[in-house]
């Protein structure tokens, strides 16, 4: 009696015990894309430098949201770091090459504006740990709050203990000095007198442009200095350009640009851009210090890995884009 | 003893009493082969379980539990502290060395039939402390709060609540409630670095306690030569020592280079994480997808248990004092049939858990 009564509890605290020990799956795990940033003793020169090649050539999916739903596509993506950088290079095809973004046009009488907008890609980091970002990406700082309705979604975190950053490369706004826009996320507001509530804030220092415009909003302000050659040609440099005295000296079919690039500085200025836009598509690098030393931004540690998400905008002004899920990125040995 | 002429205390052991103690330690005598080139695995797993010890313990020092907080402070200690990842890698990589140097010692003593009389309970005890260990790792996967914890949680919290009768009440028990949330983890933590290490220490402290009683075992044809014996202090100390710092070191440069893996946060409305099993629990996860629908209980609970009861009643089972493996053939076989199984059933697990299936 005494022997089964301790050969019960023995096969009771084993059985017990081999049940803690279970790990059961079947199904495939749906684990985050990873992408691996490959180390290089020297930075890549520019777009086609071959150094590129030695990095892994990743095939992002993006997928459109409203109203572009179904509107998908793959954006290539390498990575590479070396002791103080971390370059990408990004590569997507996009059939219209959106770099006007409402440019005036006279037509004899009156300004107005072209229909071109702007093609952009944007890269989300998270300086902090963003709830859910690791999980649902761009579905937990764009897409928020989930529970109301699309027209009410901010471009925001939760709380400020949350903290994005954001590299916004635009092809109209920021290409012609050679950048993406620095910005961080955090709880949405309205600390500047937007027209909308966003998490979005300006990382340190200049950038970013302003609208070319009469204060009556019919006809733009500036023009290129004629005592300036343009540095970039096709665009309006607001270091460039003189404000408007003479409007009779313009003739029908006339453009100038609607928004101005400003001399980016600071922070806002870390993450430095190289574009090309051809065959049909764009590609971008973007090259940022691993650690810039800013509290804004976030700080790369070769050890650790990061979350992120990415989207593309074709031709949009506004939020419209097609955005991947949450990614992964680690820097291999 | 007190020594002076003035019933004064001349040295530090003397004043705090424990000249005795000393006098004592250093008298003791353990076999010779205790610590060789050839035999440390006993010696390695208290090197272990010492370095998970003190690097868990520093790791404490800076951990929150509480679900979201914990992965922050776990983050924090990893990759902003000094050093930081060099002491969660080596509490990281010590539990995996553990498991193989308990299964190569545990191999060891089945072998040379060190479980036979007189030393059953040294073997009953080692057994106990085996399965300590995993319910140790087991607890301490949720404190990180990453996707990977978290979710090997939930699955196991889910098997234990398939068991028929107490399996809700254990579930309550160990979760405090119907979620994975504060009070879980805090009870997890609790048990990781309170309630486990303690009853491992007594556990360790009664295997070696019947290793001093009954004695070590030697190869079984060397039992009854005469074994040479040196002083447990300080040579046998001095063995441990170099043990120790060679260990230590070894662990801290893979830690360095390797760091410990964390895995994205806890994101317990993310349904669609399935964790991938560790390497330990490969068989038993393939047991459990081999058994399927009304037989889960097979794979699950019969087979793991019984083997469990098996290893701790093997001294009882086999009581001929012949510890030759030659001797022992149905043992043997027995044996090796379960180790060919094991293996099988791990490298399956493997290969479909690991090999190319996913991103």
């Keep these: ?333 | 003893m007190i020594k002076s002429k003035r019933n004064q205390p001349d040295t530090l052991s003397e004043m705090l009493a424990l000249d005795d103690i000393i006098a004592r330690i250093k008298s003791l005598r353990v076999p010779g082969d205790a610590l060789t080139w050839h035999r440390f695995s006993g010696s390695l797993l208290l090197v272990l379980l010492v370095l998970l010890f003190l690097s868990g313990a520093f790791m404490s020092f800076y951990y929150s539990p509480a679900p979201g907080i914990a992965y922050d402070s776990v983050d924090y200690a990893l990759y902003s502290l000094p050093f930081g990842d060099v002491i969660k890698g080596v509490h990281y990589y010590s539990w995996n060395v553990l498991l193989v140097v308990m299964g190569l010692h545990l191999a060891r003593a089945f072998v040379v039939g060190a479980y036979k009389s007189p030393r059953q309970l040294v073997w009953v005890s080692g057994v106990m402390i085996m399965l300590l260990i995993p319910a140790s790792i087991i607890t301490g996967d949720l404190l990180p709060w990453d996707q990977d914890g978290f979710w090997t949680t939930q699955v196991r919290i889910s098997i234990i609540a398939s068991v028929p009768f107490v399996g809700d009440l254990i579930v309550r028990l160990v979760q405090g409630g119907s979620l994975t949330g504060i009070v879980a983890l805090t009870r997890f933590y609790v048990l990781h670095i309170l309630f486990l290490p303690l009853f491992l220490v007594f556990l360790v402290v009664i295997h070696f306690h019947f290793l001093r009683q009954r004695g070590l075992s030697a190869s079984w044809d060397k039992e009854h030569s005469n074994r040479q014996t040196i002083s447990f202090f300080p040579q046998f100390v001095n063995r441990w020592l170099l043990l120790f710092l060679t260990v230590t070191a070894v662990l801290g440069l893979i830690s360095w280079y390797w760091p410990a893996p964390l895995g994205d946060p806890a994101d317990p409305t993310d349904s669609t994480f399935v964790p991938r099993p560790e390497w330990w629990v490969l068989f038993l996860n393939q047991l459990v997808t081999v058994f399927k629908g009304s037989l889960t209980l097979i794979g699950s609970i019969i087979i793991p248990g019984g083997l469990v009861a098996l290893l701790i009643a093997l001294p009882f089972l086999d009581t001929s004092s012949d510890r030759r493996p030659a001797s022992r053939k149905k043992v043997m076989l027995f044996a090796g049939i379960i180790a060919i199984i094991w293996v099988g059933l791990s490298i399956m697990g493997y290969v479909q858990h690991f090999n190319g299936t996913h991103s």
């Excluded at chain 1, 590569?91 to 009488?109: A, E, L, N, V, Y």
């Excluded at chain 1, 340190?204 to 005592?227: E, F, W």
């Design chain 1, 1 to 333: 009696m005494r022997i089964r009564t301790i050969m019960s509890f023995i096969v009771g605290v084993a059985s017990i015990s081999s049940m803690l020990l279970l790990n059961a799956d079947e199904a495939a795990k749906a684990h985050t894309f990873v992408v691996s940033a490959s180390y290089v003793r020297a930075a890549p020169a520019g777009l086609d430098d071959p150094l590129w090649k030695t990095a892994q050539a990743f095939q992002l999916l993006v997928e459109g949201r409203e109203p572009v739903v179904g509107a998908n596509g793959t954006v290539t993506t390498r990575a590479l770091y070396t002791d103080k950088h971390l370059y990408f290079l990004l590569k997507w095809k996009d059939p219209t090459h959106s770099i006007t973004k409402q440019s005036w046009r006279f037509d004899g009488q009156n300004w107005h504006h072209l229909e071109g907008n702007e093609d952009r890609i944007a890269l989300l980091f998270e300086i902090t740990r963003i709830n859910k970002f690791a999980t649902r990406g761009c579905a937990i700082t764009c897409h928020s709050p989930a529970d109301v309705s699309r027209k009410d979604w901010k471009f925001a975190t939760k709380s400020d203990d949350e903290k994005g950053d954001l590299w916004h490369w635009k092809a109209a706004r920021s290409a012609p000095y050679g950048y993406a826009d620095d910005a961080w996320l955090t709880v949405a507001g309205n600390p500047t007198g937007s027209y909308r509530e966003t998490g979005r804030r300006k990382d340190v220092g200049a950038g970013g442009d302003i609208k070319n415009q009469t204060q009556d909003k019919s006809r733009p302000l500036y023009m290129q200095d004629p005592a300036i050659e343009p540095s970039v040609p096709g665009f309006l440099l607001m270091e460039e350009a003189v404000k408007i005295t003479d409007y009779s000296v313009f003739k029908t079919g006339d453009t100038i640009p609607y928004r101005l690039p400003v001399k980016p500085s600071g922070s806002r200025f870390d993450v430095k851009a190289t574009s090309r836009y051809a065959d049909g598509g764009w590609m971008v690098m973007f090259s940022r210090k691993l650690d810039t030393g800013h509290e804004d931004d976030v700080v790369f540690n070769l050890k650790k890995r990061y979350s992120f998400a990415l989207a593309v905008f074709d031709n949009s002004g506004s939020e419209h884009s097609k955005a991947t899920e949450p990614m992964t990125l680690i820097f291999s040995p």
